[in-house]
């Protein structure tokens, strides 16, 4: 594997069920990051985790909880999400160093019904 | 204001067309600029980054920055209908935090 890799790349959940996405970085990089992108909007930052910790929250609804174990490895977990939470979720990563290019995965595209 | 404005398109060309992209912004701070490529359901592909002002070139590709313009492009020569994408411009002004632009769709008519 290369690059940054997600799984699952469809998820379909309703809104009582418990899930998770998952992101693993291969380029030896220390910050990782989860953005939502919706239809004919920017995309939105939600968690940055650099060195382990969460350095950043954009007041995200708590339904959204992102854990990361270790640089390689990021997750966000999902429970009893809304219909507009259906979207594109990306995840990133860059050397720990403010301004350095990030570099995304494919995307998890989640609809919620 | 939004911080980052960019054309939404679609914005239509011949194969071989010259194409511009161009994002403007209004936070005077930003240093740092991305443009990504983002096929149709996929994540969004790193295509150049610059510091600062000036011009940066990658094959078929430049990316200029004028800072007192505010004011980003991204040129495309010998455009490809493969070209055919939403390119995104990011910027951020030295922390985690990149603002992106909403995208601009691309279409290379072969």
């Known amino acids: 594997e290369t690059g940054v890799t997600q799984t699952p790349r469809h998820l379909v959940m309703g809104m009582t069920n418990k899930k998770s996405l998952k992101c693993e970085q291969h380029?030896?990089?220390?910050?990782m990051y989860w953005y939502k992108q919706s239809a004919k909007k920017p995309l939105e930052l939600m968690f940055v985790?650099?060195?382990?910790?969460?350095?950043e929250n954009n007041s995200v609804p708590s339904r959204f909880s992102p854990e990361c174990p270790n640089s390689s490895h990021l997750f966000l977990h999902l429970h009893t999400l809304q219909p507009e939470d259906s979207a594109l979720y990306l995840c990133a990563s860059s050397v720990e160093k403010v301004g350095n290019e990030q570099f995304f995965g494919p995307g998890t595209r989640l609809t919620v019904l | 204001q939004k911080e980052v404005e960019q054309d939404p398109g679609p914005l239509s060309v011949p194969e071989g067309a010259i194409v511009s992209l161009n994002c403007t912004y209004s936070n005077s701070a930003f240093q740092y600029f991305m443009w990504y490529r983002q096929y149709s359901r996929k994540g969004p592909e790193l295509l150049m980054y610059?510091?600062?002002?000036g011009n940066k070139e990658d094959g078929r590709f430049t990316a200029q920055v004028d800072k007192s313009s505010k004011y980003i492009s991204l040129f495309i020569r010998d455009s490809q209908p493969s070209d055919s994408a939403t390119y995104l411009c990011?910027?951020?002004?030295?922390?985690?935090?990149?603002?992106f632009g909403t995208g601009t769709r691309l279409k290379v008519l072969a």
């Open positions: 610059t510091y600062s002002s």
């Open positions: 985790y650099s060195l382990e910790e969460r350095v």
């Open positions: 380029l030896g990089h220390n910050a």
């Open positions: 990011a910027m951020s002004g030295g922390t985690y935090k990149y603002i």
